[in-house]
């Protein structure tokens, strides 16, 4: 059984990089963004949402700054580089064909299914 939640995991840099294409953002706005988007099926831990920010600030793809925020806790801000904007499209591209090549691997008739269920 596919394991939906191990699939999207696999593609945390770049739901993080799509939240951050719509502007700056800040961990917790990133993360509810993410499982509203899914209809509360996915939310990242807070660990992997902040290893990833580090993984993507280290690879040049985010930049981080703390905001100014007069009352409450200070929050930092992500912003996506235009090396992270490049590296996003050619991640749809990618995308792109792994679904579309699933989608050929998988893709059954209705005879194929009736044969196969028939052994």
């Known amino acids: ?31 509810k963004a993410i499982s509203e988007s899914s209809q509360n099926s996915f939310e990242l831990k807070e660990a992997t949402l902040y290893t990833s920010f580090r993984r993507l600030e280290e690879n040049g ?12 806790a200070r929050r930092r801000y992500y912003s996506i580089t235009d090396r992270g904007k490049d ?3 050619e991640n749809q591209g990618d995308w ?10 998988i893709r059954t008739t209705d005879s194929h299914v009736s044969v196969s269920l028939k052994k």
Do not use: C, H, P
Request: net charge negative.
């Open 61 to 72: 793809l985010i930049l981080s700054y703390w905001g100014d925020e007069n009352s409450g």
């Open 87 to 89: 590296i996003f499209r």
């Open 96 to 105: 792109k064909r792994i679904e579309g090549l699933v989608e050929k691997l």
């Open 1 to 31: 059984m596919l394991n939906f939640s191990e699939i999207l995991r696999g593609l945390t840099d770049t739901i993080i990089l799509a939240q951050l294409t719509e502007g700056d953002s800040y961990g917790y706005k990133i993360n």
